[in-house]
């Protein structure tokens, strides 16, 4: 891998604000497999920063470094411009941490647990009850802080989890997969609230995780892993530009859009040099049907829009839509890991959709089946008001 | 819990204050682990065996101190023989089944250990709290210092009660008054009991880091414990046996070489050692625990009358038999911290 194709255009992001994550070509090597090959990572107080990622792809071993609970082959971390490696109890003061499947201690309530990770963090006990009391009713879980914890569901664990994160009144907040457990509304509340502590507490958040949706809508900025290798990062914008010029999808609607009409249409756009594929969406509002092209690899939009165009028309049909539509995280993930592959060239290995197989997430799907958004600002804020800026 | 969420305010971000990571963190480790143990059904099962054993003794043990009270020449140890005269039966006078009550605790006692230790890092693994945990401003260290601590105060406690009932128990009943000597034995005793329980339960630790399954380290502990209590004395004789012959028929110096190996290979095992120390610690007519030469045996056989020794000169014999169980429990710490910290904190 040369050095140019990890280059990435520096983030907007707030430039002024401290530099809580820097990596320089920090690289974890296990015997045979590297799983995580030169990291240059940036993160600064007031933004969430997405690592994106199969699972096995490096993203826990990085936040495990981070923390200094791994120590790393080569290359340096800094948190908070500290080594974790050398001050670890600094850091972990300073940074709260979600595990990937968090767990408790079964036969204590929630809000034990919480205090004995106040207590290890060396809390004055009258303060802590305040603040564990907080943190509980910021992740909703107040009416069952005195359970014992082996009566929670997963989802609960993990709203747990962020509580006890953020016990310690974090600098860097690291969450290992915050929300596969969690059932969409809940997830809708958990990124809220992260939105709200980034904005509020100028605090970072790296957060890791499969579900693209998510990450495209809370995420500031967007780091691609794969295998070991961080191949993009950037804003959802500068990454759309980047993957996205190659080809994109069209949204074609006709009239009239009758039953009969459904299938001639999608065999009339199957048919228009350079589209790749061609899927049928029912549009949920008016009862009327559409259609999403893939533009094939390589082909101009431009040309196969007009393409598509001169087909609907040229049989006899009436043209009610042709949007054009920015790709989505998905295709810019699938974009950036296979031309990674390419350009590494020793990696045939193609990875298909970065979710776990036989964990579709619900919730994740229903988001991104969603009629496209029609400007690249409303696909990127999260869809609960006032969460995104 | 769908609406407060959002409506929740934050507090002031100018007023943060942060704690102080405590200095010593194995402090606050031992302080939830040892709630957790007084509520864990260990800790019931603990004090229900050595109450057991309390009561046995107490019961049965007392009308053997009354037979054996009047054959005892020095009139001193009547005290200390409560902890260790085989119960008799009442009704029989034959010996019953149970060993004394020192034999009971020195029988127990690994179990204990095992019990309170085998599951201490493995367990916060299985339960995935161990990343978090270690997430904290704590070192690794602590964790494993932490519950060690809070193992042994626990086992501590229970076994310093116990004890001290059962004197109470003597001292009114029987009306034993213990002379300053015969209260030092059994303090010495009680602390190296506490010795060689940490050990058990050190290398039950060791286990808990090693083996990444709870039921494996059980019983990777246990198959030691029955190595060092049963198959010990056997191996320890045949090892001898090859390293330095000595049948009947050999020489005297043969016959001492093979016994100082014999003695050299079983003072690796902690079971022997604690058993050396507590029978010169609670039995003052014990002047050796090393090889009695024919001629010695013979000076005790025809001397007649045995000397009391004094507490402090029993203590001297026991020295090295503490120090090397204090020896073998840190060499076992230093494994579990090497394997802890190298290994990866993931589950």
């Not at chain 1, 933004?47 to 470094?65: D, P, R, S, V």
């Not at chain 1, 941490?97 to 201690?105: E, K, Q, S």
Request: net charge neutral; hydrophobic share 45%.
């Amino acid at each position: 891998m040369t050095e140019h194709a990890i280059a990435e255009p520096v983030a907007p992001a707030p430039l002024d604000h401290e530099i809580l994550v820097s990596t320089r070509r920090l690289t974890k090597r296990y015997e045979e497999r590297v799983a995580v090959d030169r990291l240059d990572l940036e993160v600064r107080a007031g933004e969430i920063f997405g690592l994106l990622g199969q699972n096995g792809a490096g993203k826990t071993t990085t936040i495990l470094m981070l923390l200094g609970l791994t120590e790393p082959t080569s290359g340096e971390a800094r948190v908070a411009g500290l080594d974790p490696q050398r001050s670890p109890l600094e850091v972990k003061r300073r940074v709260g941490y979600l595990p990937d499947a968090v767990g408790f201690y079964g036969d204590l309530t929630g809000r034990q647990n919480l205090r004995y990770t106040a207590r290890l963090n060396g809390l004055p006990s009258g303060e802590a009850g305040a603040r564990i009391g907080e943190v509980l009713e910021q992740v909703g879980l107040t009416d069952r802080a005195d359970t014992r914890v082996d009566t929670y569901s997963r989802g609960m664990l993990q709203r747990l989890g962020i509580a006890d994160a953020l016990v310690k009144d974090p600098d860097l907040l690291i969450l290992d997969e915050p929300t596969t457990a969690i059932d969409p509304i809940g997830v809708v509340e958990i990124l809220d609230l992260l939105r709200r502590l980034v904005r509020e507490r100028e605090l970072a958040i790296l957060l890791s995780s499969h579900l693209l949706t998510q990450v495209q809508s809370v995420c500031d900025r967007i780091g691609i892993f794969a295998a070991g290798r961080l191949i993009a990062q950037g804003t959802l914008d500068e990454l759309a530009r980047r993957y996205g010029s190659e080809a994109g999808e069209l949204l074609v609607g006709v009239e009239p859009a009758t039953a009969h009409a459904r299938d001639e249409v999608a065999a009339l756009l199957r048919s228009v040099d350079g589209a790749a594929a061609v899927e049928t969406i029912e549009d949920g509002e008016d009862g009327d049907w559409r259609w999403r092209v893939d533009v094939a690899a390589g082909r101009d939009l431009s040309e196969v829009r007009a393409a598509t165009l001169a087909a609907v028309t040229g049989a006899g049909f009436r043209l009610a839509d042709l949007g054009r539509r920015p790709p989505s995280l998905e295709e810019i993930y699938r974009r950036a890991v296979e031309r990674a592959a390419v350009t590494a060239g020793a990696n045939p290995r193609r990875p298909g959709t970065p979710r776990r197989s036989g964990s579709p997430a619900a919730g994740d799907r229903v988001v991104s089946r969603r009629p496209p958004p029609q400007s690249r600002d409303a696909g990127r804020s999260a869809p609960t008001p006032g969460a995104g800026t | 819990m769908s609406a407060d969420v959002r409506t929740v305010p934050l507090s002031p971000a100018p007023e943060r204050t942060r704690g102080r990571p405590p200095r010593a963190g194995w402090r606050v480790v031992a302080a939830k682990e040892f709630g957790d143990y007084l509520s864990n059904v260990r800790f019931w099962i603990l004090l229900l065996i050595l109450g057991l054993a309390a009561a046995t003794t107490v019961y049965f043990a007392a009308s053997a101190v009354r037979d054996i009270a009047s054959n005892l020449s020095g009139g001193g140890t009547v005290f200390i023989a409560m902890f260790t005269v085989a119960p008799s039966d009442l009704s029989t006078s034959q010996p019953a089944q149970i060993p004394p009550f020192y034999g009971l605790v020195g029988f127990l006692l690994p179990l204990v250990g095992i019990a309170f230790g085998f599951d201490a890092i493995n367990g916060e693994r299985a339960q995935g709290t161990l990343p978090r945990l270690l997430a904290q401003p704590i070192h690794r260290d602590d964790v494993i210092n932490g519950k060690f601590a809070a193992g042994l105060a626990v086992i501590a406690t229970v076994l310093v009660a116990i004890t001290g009932l059962i004197a109470a128990i003597g001292i009114v009943r029987l009306g034993i008054t213990p002379g300053i000597d015969e209260v030092a034995r059994l303090i010495a005793w009680l602390v190296v009991s506490i010795v060689y329980v940490g050990f058990w339960l050190a290398f039950a630790t060791l286990c808990s880091v090693a083996l990444r399954r709870a039921a494996t380290s059980a019983l990777v502990a246990i198959g030691l414990w029955l190595l060092v209590t049963i198959f010990a004395t056997f191996l320890v004789s045949t090892i001898a046996g090859i390293l330095a012959p000595g049948g009947s028929g050999s020489s005297i110096d043969d016959q001492v070489a093979n016994a100082n190996w014999t003695q050299f290979l079983s003072s690796l095992s902690p079971s022997t050692l604690y058993q050396q120390a507590t029978v010169v610690l609670l039995n003052p007519t014990y002047q050796t625990v090393g090889v009695i030469l024919p001629s010695q045996a013979q000076q005790l056989q025809t001397g007649g009358i045995p000397t009391i020794l004094p507490f402090s000169q029993s203590l001297l014999l026991i020295w090295p038999q503490v120090v090397a169980i204090v020896g073998l429990t840190v060499a076992c710490f230093a494994v579990a911290y090497v394997l802890f910290l190298r290994q990866e904190v993931r589950a």
